[in-house]
């Protein structure tokens, strides 16, 4: 063979072999996460975990009852807030204002919104929120996560009426349909299992964030449902459990970890399955 | 009438827009005219007319909605950093000594400006290549049943909320390096003139690498997303002549799909890159929250992030003022990161458009 062939050839199986390692790495990344986090976690998944709350510091019963239920409610109120201004802002810029100067812009700050550190969305809210009502409170904890909701979901919301044919509206429009039925009874059916995609994927990313709830929910250690006032939650006690001294405390931390992780890896699967049915179509 | 629109796919079109019209007349019928009673072609005219202005408006209300956020965050920034802006002025940037409990408080922003930059940086150096080698793998090694699975696990790598990676670091990858990576490192190093001052130290569970490590692993998926994304856009055309003339897979790669997609390939880093200097929990776990700044990156240290998330919640007056300052110059540093990798994408964009 050729010296000049073959060292082309040697080159080429190097790169292979390295682009293999490199799909190799970071594969093992996500099984070793989640073999530790089974490992550590599985043996505290108990009934107790979900209906009891959280124990004082050095007792050896309690579960995450008050966090869980904090995190559901937060996380569900930040998403109601979140998401329908995020659908109607990303239906303004792919229905109304294509051609728009301000949807460019606005493009372009969402963008940026889309990936600007959460911190600093917890340190906004805290100056927005929690100094004027003079106290951490639930509902600054939502509204944090609103904000990060917003740009996830217009995002998506754009890019699926984006992929509706014109020809749909056109269509619709010809029969004298207004633009807002166009819109909401012909490109929103046929986006449908896009803008859910957008909308669970947006719950994938906050039910998991600790970030911003540190300085604006807190956290606390009692089962609470008022949203003036502190509230459980479950990232962030994690957080505080976790860099404990106590080994219950620390078992409580892990299953509360596993827990998160499972739900929000099958959000985001779910996203993908519901995702990929409409590309397959 | 849900059942016509289920079958509904926004890519063949002459068929549905038959279907198109059935949902349009039911549309019409149900929401106005069973409303308005007997036909009254004016009251329908005007319904249709209020209900398409409204609509209008809250769409375009909600859209601007995402300005004023952009505006809040900037403006609540300013005022809150506004006490320790005036107090340290310039100062504040190459003051290395954060003693928040002195008096007064003597706050400077050098230690956790060093540890940003330093550990999204060496993140950065093992992101890029590892993310390119997968995006590679995806897109031009890997046997398509294959494809899916493993781009399905990279994705899910971005979906782990930052908490776990932080636990994680804390407790399984700090101590790995820390008894086998790090005295490995120190040992083959000592005496070399810069290496050995930068592998230099007593390993630590809590260090600058460990982050930038876990901040590596963070970031992976974004490269690789971005990367495969962009791979997507070289025309087939330009690679089947470079493979029809000869070519290796590796010199498609270099001479073809890298320099076509040069661009997309930089804003996809500057994305990651924007990312991992605002990341914040994963590294509050590991970094080890120390403002010296030690030459060794084996040492602990601390990052913008990080002193906010530990520090924030007990603070009060000059030394919260000085930590919202820090917060302001993250994000004036991050917008200005991830505005130059929107605009490189853009760039790339408006040349697969042509």
Not at chain 1, 47 to 54: H, N, P, S, Y
Not at chain 1, 108 to 122: E, K
Not at chain 2, 274 to 288: D, H, K, N
Request: charged share 10%; aromatic share 10%.
């Amino acid at each position: 063979m050729n010296p000049i062939y073959a060292r082309r050839r040697r080159k080429d199986i190097v790169v292979r072999g390295l682009c293999i390692g490199a799909a190799a790495f970071g594969v093992t990344w996500l099984a070793l996460i989640l073999l530790t986090l089974l490992y550590n976690g599985i043996a505290g998944l108990n009934l107790e975990l979900f209906v009891a709350d959280t124990p004082p510091p050095g007792s050896t019963e309690g579960g995450l009852r008050n966090a869980i239920v904090g995190s559901l409610i937060m996380t569900i109120i930040g998403v109601g807030i979140g998401a329908p201004l995020g659908l109607f802002a990303g239906t303004y810029l792919a229905e109304y204002g294509r051609n728009d100067k301000l949807t460019s812009v606005i493009r372009f700050i969402n963008d940026i919104l889309l990936s600007a550190p959460s911190i600093i969305i917890g340190l906004f809210i805290y100056g927005a929120v929690v100094v004027p009502m003079r106290g951490f409170s639930a509902i600054a904890g939502s509204l944090a996560l609103a904000v990060i909701v917003i740009p996830v979901v217009l995002r998506t919301t754009e890019d699926m009426l984006l992929l509706v044919p014109n020809a749909l509206r056109e269509a619709a429009s010809a029969l004298g349909l207004p633009r807002s039925l166009v819109i909401k009874r012909i490109a929103y059916r046929a986006a449908r299992s896009g803008l859910i995609t957008g909308v669970l994927l947006a719950t994938a990313r906050v039910a998991g964030e600790t970030a911003p709830l540190l300085f604006t929910a807190l956290s606390n250690q009692f089962f609470s449902l008022g949203l003036n006032k502190t509230m459980a939650n479950l990232p962030v006690t994690i957080n505080n459990f976790v860099q404990s001294p106590y080994a219950y405390w620390k078992q409580l931390a892990w299953s509360g970890a596993l827990l998160i992780t499972l739900t929000v890896l099958a959000l985001n699967i779910g996203a993908r399955i519901l995702g990929a049915e409409r590309t397959a179509k | 009438m849900t059942c016509w629109v289920r079958g509904l796919n926004p890519t063949k079109s002459v068929y549905d827009f038959v279907q198109g019209i059935g949902v349009a007349e039911m549309a019409v019928q149900s929401d106005v005219i069973d409303e308005a009673g007997p036909y009254d072609r004016a009251k329908a005219l005007s319904a249709f007319k209020l209900g398409d202005v409204t609509f209008y408006w809250i769409t375009r209300l909600s859209a601007i909605s995402v300005l004023l956020i952009l505006g809040g965050i900037i403006i609540s920034l300013i005022v809150g950093a506004f006490p320790a802006m005036k107090e340290y002025g310039f100062a504040f940037l190459w003051t290395q000594r954060w003693a928040p409990s002195a008096d007064p408080p003597v706050l400077g922003a050098l230690g956790p400006m060093y540890g940003t930059l330093v550990t999204s940086f060496i993140a950065m150096l093992i992101a890029i290549p590892v993310g390119l080698g997968i995006a590679i793998f995806l897109t031009e090694l890997c046997p398509q049943w294959l494809r899916r699975p493993i781009g399905m696990a990279v994705e899910l790598l971005a979906g782990i909320p930052s908490i776990i990676y932080g636990m994680w670091g804390f407790f399984v990858l700090g101590p790995f390096l820390a008894n086998t990576f790090q005295p490995f490192m120190i040992r083959i190093f000592d005496g070399v003139p810069v290496l050995g001052a930068i592998f230099a130290g007593p390993p630590s569970y809590l260090s600058l690498f460990n982050a930038a490590l876990i901040l590596a692993i963070m970031v992976l998926p974004f490269i690789t997303s971005i990367s495969v994304d962009v791979f997507k856009t070289v025309p087939p055309v330009l690679k089947e002549a470079a493979y029809g003339v000869g070519c290796t897979t590796w010199e498609v790669v270099r001479s073809v799909v890298i320099p076509y997609t040069r661009v997309g390939i930089i804003g996809g880093v500057m994305l990651a890159l924007g990312r991992a200097l605002g990341e914040t929990m994963a590294v509050t776990f590991i970094i080890g929250n120390s403002f010296r700044i030690s030459s060794s990156i084996f040492a602990p240290g601390t990052t913008i992030s990080a002193a906010i998330a530990s520090e924030f919640a007990e603070s009060d007056g000059l030394h919260q003022s000085g930590l919202i300052l820090l917060g302001l110059l993250l994000f004036v540093l991050t917008f200005f990161v991830l505005a130059g990798a929107r605009l490189m994408l853009l760039r790339l964009e408006k040349k697969a458009g042509k």
